[in-house]
């Protein structure tokens, strides 16, 4: 029996509605959630990615600013513009797109954003607490994987979720998540040996590795929930994910498409901190 297609579109939409509800009560109220993107380069995935999240906060009655910078623009500037957004009482989220060019040192670029503002959930101070369990911005991509499993009634509590991949934005942040739910987490990554020994044993298989079509079929256990997190192009340019969709499908109990799964996802829990970090102004008394 084919997998269920899980729909991150569908998915999307439902939490979008509740978002977009949350900023009419907000605006009712006096506030306008604002959201600042800083774009450096010309990566045309960067600029694609920047294109849909300012589309979705016009949608969402989110307020927007884009800042865009060249190549050449350097580090002290772009800490100088965070800077004032951190002081900008009209931006509540701060969100610098990667990745940065060469010669700037990402790591600085975010502990420079207000970790109240910062709604990519990138921060140290952030990623400390959601280790610990307190409240905090969760990275976007991890979340929305956390918010389908929730969705689909999938309770990860007692499963063995495998990943692959450790990068910061993806990987480290989506197994510290499905630990906090009771999952029993295993990360796998460019070093592990006999990989397919993980993955048959996987109850969740979350891939995030970067790597066209790598997991095929017979690397999946019968019934397993699929997760995948690649954007790849295939032999013929057409976009991709990490798992053969065509053979995992008859493996895999729930999977995910690539585009239509994971990323629709990202943006939705953006703009779902975005608003949560408007809310937190109120209530702290600092509008």
Do not use: W
């Amino acid at each position: 029996m084919p997998a269920r297609i899980i729909d991150g579109k569908k998915i999307a939409k439902h939490y979008r509605n509740s978002i977009t509800e949350e900023v009419k009560q907000l605006k009712q109220k006096g506030m306008v959630p604002g959201l600042a993107v800083i774009l450096v380069g010309e990566n045309s995935a960067s600029q694609t990615y920047v294109r849909m999240k300012r589309k979705t906060c016009e949608e969402m009655g989110i307020h927007s600013v884009l800042i865009q910078y060249g190549d050449q623009v350097g580090q002290n500037e772009l800490l100088d513009k965070i800077d004032q957004l951190n002081n900008d009482s009209s931006i509540h989220g701060i969100l610098v797109q990667l990745p940065l060019p060469e010669g700037i040192q990402t790591e600085k670029v975010i502990e420079r954003i207000s970790p109240d503002k910062d709604v990519d959930g990138f921060h140290p101070i952030n990623i400390g607490r959601m280790m610990i369990g307190e409240d905090a911005f969760l990275p976007c991509t991890p979340y929305g994987i956390l918010k389908m499993l929730q969705y689909e009634n999938i309770d990860p509590s007692g499963k063995h979720a495998v990943i692959i991949g450790r990068s910061n934005i993806v990987g480290k942040p989506a197994g510290q998540l499905l630990l906090r739910e009771n999952a029993t987490v295993t990360y796998c990554h460019s070093k592990t040996e006999n990989l397919t020994a993980y993955t048959r044993n996987a109850d969740i298989l979350i891939a995030a590795a970067g790597r066209a079509k790598f997991i095929h079929g017979n690397d999946i256990k019968p019934g397993a929930v699929v997760i995948d997190v690649g954007m790849n192009r295939d032999e013929a340019g057409v976009l991709c994910g990490d798992i053969d969709f065509d053979s995992a499908k008859n493996t895999a109990g729930y999977i995910t498409p690539v585009p239509g799964g994971v990323g629709p996802m990202t943006i939705t829990m953006l703009m779902y901190n975005t608003v949560k970090a408007a809310r937190k102004t109120i209530e702290n008394g600092i509008q």
